[in-house]
C-alpha cells in the first residue's frame, strides 16, 4: 500500500514538473511577439506567428503567469502597477 502511495505521488509530482516546462517553453515561444508587445516595437498588429504562438499557450499557464507577474511590484515592497487604457 505504501509503494503505491509513494509511486502515486512520484507521478503526480513528475506531471507537475512537465507541465512547468511545458508552460514555460510555450511561454517562451512568444517572444515572436515583441515587436507587436514592447512600445515602440513597429508592429501595428500581431504577427501570423505571434497568434499561432499565442494559440499554442495553455490557458491557465498563461492566466497564471499574467496573475503571478501582477503580484511581483509587491512582493518586491513596490507600489502596485496601474496602467492607463
Known sequence: MIIVLLLAHE???ITQTQAQSTCASTLASLNVCAQFV???????????????????VNHDCLCSTLRIASR???????????CAN
Open 11 to 13: 507521478s503526480h509530482i
Open 72 to 82: 511581483i511590484p509587491t512582493q518586491c515592497n513596490l507600489p502596485p502597477l496601474t
Open 38 to 56: 514592447v512600445p515602440g516595437g513597429g508592429a501595428a498588429t500581431p504577427s501570423p506567428d505571434c497568434c499561432g504562438a499565442l494559440q499554442a
